[in-house]
Nanobody, 126 residues
Framework: QVQLVESGGGSVQAGGSLRLSCEAS????????MAWFRQAPGKEREGVAA????????YYADSVKGRFTISQGNSKNTLYLQMNSLRPEDTAMYYC???????????????????WGQGTQVTVSS
C-alpha cells in the first residue's frame, strides 16, 4: 500500500512562493506517475502537474506553466512542487497522487490515480 504525506502549505501574499513536498512510501525500484492536484471550494479537483519517476518527463496544466515546477528527490520517494508568482486563484487544497507506470499524455484525470495524500492547504491573498 502506497502512503503519501504532503507538507509545505501555508498562507502567502500574491507574487510570493511556496514549495510543497510529498513523502511517498514507494519502492524505489518501481516507477510511478506522481502528480499534484488541487481543489478550491466549490470547484472540481484539477490536475496541476505530473512527473514520471522513471524518466523525469513532466506535464503541467496551462494555468501554472512557467510558474510551477514539479520535481522529484534523488531517492524518488519525495515529490516537490515549487510554486512561484502565486495568485489568489491558486488558493486551494493541494493533493499528492501516484499510480504505477508512465503518466502518458492524459495525466490529469483524477480517476487515473490509485493513491492519494490527505492534502495541504495553500492560501494566496491579494
Amino acid at each position: 500500500q502506497v502512503q503519501l504525506v504532503e507538507s509545505g502549505g501555508g498562507s502567502v501574499q500574491a507574487g510570493g512562493s511556496l514549495r510543497l513536498s510529498c513523502e511517498a512510501s514507494i519502492y524505489s525500484g518501481n516507477n510511478y506517475c506522481m502528480a499534484w492536484f488541487r481543489q478550491a471550494p466549490g470547484k472540481e479537483r484539477e490536475g496541476v502537474a505530473a512527473i514520471y519517476t522513471g524518466g523525469g518527463n513532466t506535464y503541467y496544466a496551462d494555468s501554472v506553466k512557467g510558474r510551477f515546477t514539479i520535481s522529484q528527490g534523488n531517492s524518488k520517494n519525495t515529490l516537490y512542487l515549487q510554486m512561484n508568482s502565486l495568485r489568489p486563484e491558486d488558493t486551494a487544497m493541494y493533493y499528492c497522487a501516484a499510480d504505477p507506470g508512465p503518466c502518458g499524455g492524459n495525466w490529469s484525470p483524477e480517476f487515473g490515480y490509485n493513491y492519494w495524500g490527505q492534502g495541504t492547504q495553500v492560501t494566496v491573498s491579494s
